[in-house]
């Protein structure tokens, strides 16, 4: 073996057990606060199936006023993100299924985050956002 090829594996396998011990020294409950900090998600094409067969859950909105009046799902709540209040859903139980979206899934993921340390526990985010939405043609409201 030269020594290039030597010097090349020697380089690639410290490079991966470095990789191996930063993984092992990460904290567990880092990781776990990562694996919480995500809200269950949905599909597109699985939640435009569920508002054809007219499921029951609340939809709700957390784009700004003005993105919610360029086009929103059929029958979703306005709830805006930046005002964004517990009070704001208390008439919902919390056991209801609550689906929540924005523009790519950043804010309704937060909003989504807080519903379900409030205790509501059938929460999911609209994966992509209403840009995966509009994506695959799928069709938008106006009031």
Same mark, same amino acid.
């Given at each position: 073996?030269?020594?290039?090829?030597?010097?090349? !594996?020697?380089?690639?396998?410290?490079?991966?057990?470095?990789?191996?011990?930063?993984?092992?020294?990460?904290?567990k409950?880092q990781?776990?606060?990562?694996?919480?900090?995500?809200?269950?998600?949905i599909? @597109?094409?699985?939640?435009?199936?569920?508002?054809?067969?007219?499921?029951?859950?609340?939809?709700?909105?957390?784009? !700004?006023?003005?993105?919610y009046?360029?086009?929103?799902?059929?029958? @979703?709540?306005?709830?805006?993100?930046?005002?964004?209040?517990?009070?704001?859903?208390?008439?919902?139980?919390?056991?209801?299924?609550?689906?929540?979206?924005?523009?790519?899934?950043?804010? !309704?993921?937060?909003?989504?985050?807080?519903?379900?340390? @409030?205790?509501?526990?059938?929460?999911?985010?609209?994966? +992509?956002g209403?840009?995966?939405?509009?994506?695959? +043609?799928?069709?938008?409201f106006?009031?």
């Amino acid at each position: 073996m030269s020594k290039k090829n030597l010097l090349f !594996s020697l380089s690639t396998g410290l490079g991966l057990i470095v990789a191996v011990l930063f993984v092992l020294a990460t904290p567990k409950k880092q990781i776990l606060e990562q694996q919480v900090n995500k809200a269950p998600t949905i599909k @597109a094409e699985n939640l435009k199936q569920r508002l054809q067969k007219e499921d029951e859950f609340v939809l709700l909105d957390t784009r !700004s006023v003005d993105e919610y009046n360029t086009g929103h799902l059929k029958g @979703a709540r306005f709830v805006n993100f930046e005002t964004f209040q517990l009070k704001d859903v208390e008439d919902i139980s919390k056991d209801k299924e609550i689906i929540v979206y924005c523009l790519s899934g950043g804010r !309704s993921n937060q909003v989504g985050i807080q519903l379900l340390e @409030a205790g509501f526990t059938n929460v999911h985010n609209l994966e +992509g956002g209403m840009r995966s939405w509009k994506e695959k +043609g799928f069709p938008v409201f106006y009031d």
